[in-house]
């Protein structure tokens, strides 16, 4: 039994990271490798598609980055917004739905309108769905979860693992099986730390722009050859 391969994972998420190291081992500014890096979403998004994947999750831009530089953050959000637009006419040829997840107030405001439109036009799809984590943060998810649910309630005996659920911005997503982190890092940096409670983790020294769809494929196989027991023999 143990020697079975696990079916292909029905939910991975991706810290797309390594960008500005990327980069500066070229001699090229932080924001060059973000540029790049963004070229690599799609043929991925793809990739995970044709591998029966049925949500991808990518951490595109955390509560935390608000902390870098200004020149930084401005040119990550018309990113952003550029890429809501490509993204859009990938979901439609390709037949998937979009989410975004995180906080949006403080987004500016073409990429507030991109991201909505992104999800009307999508949401009707049945394919693969993609879900973009945008100033998201794992800890502010929880807090603002917990706000919403205290008020809701009327005795804390009403407050179980599974209603709280119900009001984090993954409710109607399934945890996560395959994290997936570039560039060598091996932590989670804030990333669906309620939901990655038994995912199966994998670090990759691969910087971003240079994850290919073969690199996709290994992580896959990885995590095919694991063994998930949920605390059991």
């Known amino acids: 039994m143990d020697n079975e391969l696990l079916p292909v994972p029905a939910h991975v998420a991706i810290i ?5 190291r990327w980069a500066k081992a070229k001699g090229m500014p932080r924001t060059y490798g973000h540029i790049q890096g963004a070229k690599r979403v799609e043929p ?8 029966g994947i049925k949500y991808l999750s990518l951490y595109a831009f955390s509560t935390e980055n608000w902390k870098r530089p200004a020149e930084e953050v401005s040119t990550l959000m018309k990113l952003l ?3 809501m637009k490509i993204c859009k006419k990938l979901c439609l040829e390709q037949g998937m739905r979009a989410r975004i997840i995180g906080e949006r107030s403080g987004l500016p405001d073409e990429l507030l309108s991109e991201a909505a439109d992104l999800e009307a036009s999508t949401e009707k799809n049945t394919g693969m769905c993609l879900c973009i ?7 502010d998810e929880m807090v603002r979860a917990m706000r919403d649910m205290y008020s809701d309630i009327d005795d ?3 407050i179980t693992a599974e209603r709280f659920e119900r009001y984090l911005d993954t409710s109607d997503i399934p945890d996560p099986d395959l994290l997936i982190r570039t560039s060598g890092e091996q932590r989670l940096s804030n990333f669906m730390l309620w939901q990655l409670a038994y995912t199966e983790l994998y670090f990759t020294p691969v910087d971003w ?11 896959v196989d990885v995590y095919r050859h694991r063994n998930r027991r949920y605390g059991k023999v």
């Open 209 to 219: 722009p240079d994850f290919t769809e073969d690199e996709l494929k290994k992580a």
């Open 81 to 83: 917004a550029k890429y």
């Open 156 to 158: 804390k005996d009403q």
């Open 44 to 51: 991925i998004t793809k990739a995970a598609s044709e591998l």
């Open 16 to 20: 797309l990271d390594g960008n500005g």
């Open 133 to 139: 984590c945008i100033n998201y943060g794992s800890r």
